[in-house]
């Protein structure tokens, strides 16, 4: 009986690993399935929708030929399209009963479109010759856009590829348990042959003969045979014992996570860690955020870049590529001034890191606005806050509004940066101060002081611009000037827009600009002005018996409060500097 449960203990465990080995091997499913497509039109762009990128679970491999230059980028679907506008573009579809790509023609106006590399709405983009191959991992509303040169047709072979779980979680456990079974039935057969053996019981011993007479006096001596630490038998055991293990251990070193069921260690299903780009839930609003924060990063840090760089080389066409408003205006004067005076400073440089605060507005048609605070705490730079304007899709944010921040301000409450915030129209009358009249009120402070009748509106304990420009430092500039001349101060306000972003406690970050002018007249007859420092590398002139105006830009970015609340407006930051200046007439 114990020799017939080994043999169907081997049966049992040979078929158990050589179905276990089986399932790893030739019954094994495909780990992955692919959808392709040829693209033969005409059209300049290709746009996979989020939809067919997800028709499937698991990360997207997305491999692209049939051009000599290859661009690719994803971003959210909106973007995409409007980025695309009026052109003709090829729009595929996934077809789930033939696992096929299909394409179609949406027509527009337009057979070509604009250079698309570095554009701030794509979350990533990719350019390659000949082929491109990239794995992203993105949501339903992400498309990626498929571009060659922008003229000529879009790339034709496009395919895209997602991970099977062709896991086989039984294997491992068929496969051990065979090994272990396998084991067991040579126990078995072991315990069988030894009991076999007991049970011959002792040999009978044969009789002894009658000893021969002696005949020969000499007996060769007889040779010790070497003694046999086991039989034959044993030698039989141990020589079967030897492959069974050899096997077993080979078998095992196959069995990885992947061949054991979950809730017996082996892995899961693997999980396609988020892209960069991914975040936690989003906040279901109206309207999403203008930029996430990743795109929001990449375009500081371009826009740092390209000041870094424009500072250094007094490059007034390259600023405009990511400037605009007072912010270029400033920066364009201190051009023109350090080149003709070269030991004028530049001014301060921004920080392209870390991002402390985002401030993005919730929008998905243009123009579009975010407000960023960087703070490097090394001191290299001092902490900036920037508003920057996206006017269309095809165009670049760009920086209107840098300025820095006032020694430990205090910031009201902020909506998240994946939820963003609304941007108020200039003329609301939500805020202790309409946003439109905020630059004019503030100027007439710097004017008049405590005589203004708008001074009650201000916090102006720690406002270091008026202890800089305000009214008391107004008086002292006059004390200087000589008795053959007089100056006169004046505000306006700037031509840019009004920017306000609507904080959690319904108040407003606001951004204005404004305009002072610094106007030096002779009193007397035949009176000489000399005009001195930047105003005099600025004008181009050196001397006048008319005068010289100077004009100073202010952006100032303040907290105003809802018109419910006892507070007073608080600057926030603010950057001034010489604009323009000339020759009366």
Known sequence: MRFIVAIVSFVVAFVMISYGIAQRTILAEPDHVAATTDISTNAAVTVIDGAVLNANDGRQ??????SDTIFAAYGRTGDVLAWIGDTSYNRLEFDPKTSTLENSVVTGAESSVPDPHGSDLWLAEYTREKELTFVVNVPADISIIIISDGTEPAPGQVSITWPVDNRTPWSGPLIVGGMLLLLAGLGLYLWALSHLRKARGPRRRPP?????????????????????????????????AVPILLVGSLTLAGCTAESWPDFLGGSPATTPSPSPTDTADPVITDKPPAVTV????????????????????????????????????????NYDIRRVDKSYAQLAAIPSSPVQVTLPQQNDKWPRTFTVILDPDDGTVPATAMMLVQEAPRENYKAVYVVQLEASPTLPKMAAADVGTQRLQ????????QPDQLAMAYGDVLLKGEDSEFFKYFDVQNDSLIKSVGFDAKQKRKKGIPNIAKMEFGSVVGDAEVIPMVTNDNGAI?????????????????????????VKSLSGVSSSTKGTIATYGDQLLFYVPPSTS????VLIGWASGLIAAKELK
């Open 294 to 333: 990743s795109q929001l990063e990449s375009i500081v840090a371009k826009v740092a870049l390209t000041a870094q760089q424009a500072d250094a080389a007094r490059d007034s066409d390259l600023i405009e590529t990511r400037f605009a408003g007072p912010a270029l205006e400033l920066r364009e004067a």
């Open 61 to 66: 491999k997305v491999l692209i030929s049939g």
């Open 510 to 534: 606001v951004a204005v600009y404004l305009n002072e002018t610094e106007t030096v007249r002779p009193v007397e007859p035949g009176a000489v002005i000399n005009a001195e420092g930047a």
């Open 566 to 569: 006892d507070e007073q407006i």
């Open 208 to 240: 002894r003969m009658p000893k021969p007479p002696r005949q020969l006096k000499y007996r060769p001596k007889k040779q010790k045979a070497l003694p046999a630490s086991r039989g034959r038998r044993a030698a039989g055991r141990v020589g079967m």
């Open 426 to 433: 200039p003329d609301v009358k939500l805020l202790a101060l």
